[in-house]
């Protein structure tokens, strides 16, 4: 609420330095003279906190109506300067916030530098066009405005367009059937006519139709379907590493070593070789291990025999029973 000095008649008070329908609230700059603001008394009297609250004053004062005044009630001068809800901090700030701040006849208070402030916004935004070339957004402003008026002229272009569209169908569709109202009154029969050819030519295209298609039919019956092709023949390779698989062996039809030993020896020959192997190592070897067993027979024999073997397929027979050591591996 206003004090006892704010309830005083204002009709003795001097009048405002702005007029009262001035409005700077779409006007986003405030030009501060910093030069004269750190030669003022104020910039040394206010502390911290008094100067922010005097800024936030200020900056409110251009946004109200008239601008560059507040109004003089402690509640909403406390709101604007950030002290809602703490009176006393705000009368502890008060003299020094509102320095230079004078109340004038029509009940508000007015600073004499931000009323200077004002006239000159209010002049430039009358009498100078709304973009300036020293905006940063006066080229966006003029190029916004250049395409809207592209916008709105092909729009009115495009609709002037379907309008005439319109209307050059609706005089077309008028002229056909006046046409054609006129051309059957005039010749009747000629329209008849006209029908019962068409309604042939209907007939003769379907006739056509179904001979080709029957003609068709005879040349897919009489066309032989293309023998399968034949299934390739198992090789020998193929086979033996089935067997080899089988019995737990690594191999595979594509490796030379199979192919190797196919072309020197026999099946059986490989089998064979292939069991002792597996005695010995257990399974999951690999076949390159049985391709060095042939090419050295003496492998298959029993360690410290006199007599190694030479030639021919081992012979199992002169092998003692291997002893094979039980697997580490854990079954999943």
Known sequence: MPSDAQKLDCSALPPPPVSADIDLRSYCWMKLDLSRLHS???????SNEEFGSAVKLWTESMRQVPAGSLPNDDKILACLAGYRGSPRRWMKVRTIALHGFSLCSDGRLYHPVLAEMVLDAWGNKTQQPTSSPSDPRAKDRERLRRWRAAQRARHENAQSNRTEEAHYSTQAGETAETFQDRFTETFPETAETFHRKEREGEKRERRNVNNV?????????????????????ATREGTLCKKLRGLGVR?????????EMCARHSDEHILAAAEIALEKKGSGIHVGYIAAMLK?????????????????????????????AESHFIAL
Do not use: C, W, Y
């Not at 191999?251 to 192919?259: K, L």
């Not at 199992?316 to 291997?322: A, C, D, E, H, Q």
């Open 40 to 46: 003022s008394d104020f910039i040394h009297l206010a």
């Open 296 to 324: 050295d027979p003496g492998r298959s024999s029993v360690k410290g025999a006199k007599n190694k073997q030479t030639d021919g397929p081992p012979n199992r027979s002169l092998l003692p029973p291997v002893a094979v």
């Open 251 to 259: 191999a595979a039809p594509h490796m030379v070593v199979v192919q």
């Open 213 to 233: 298609s029957e003609t068709a039919g005879e040349t897919f019956q009489e066309t032989t379907p293309p023998e399968p092709s034949q299934m390739p023949t």
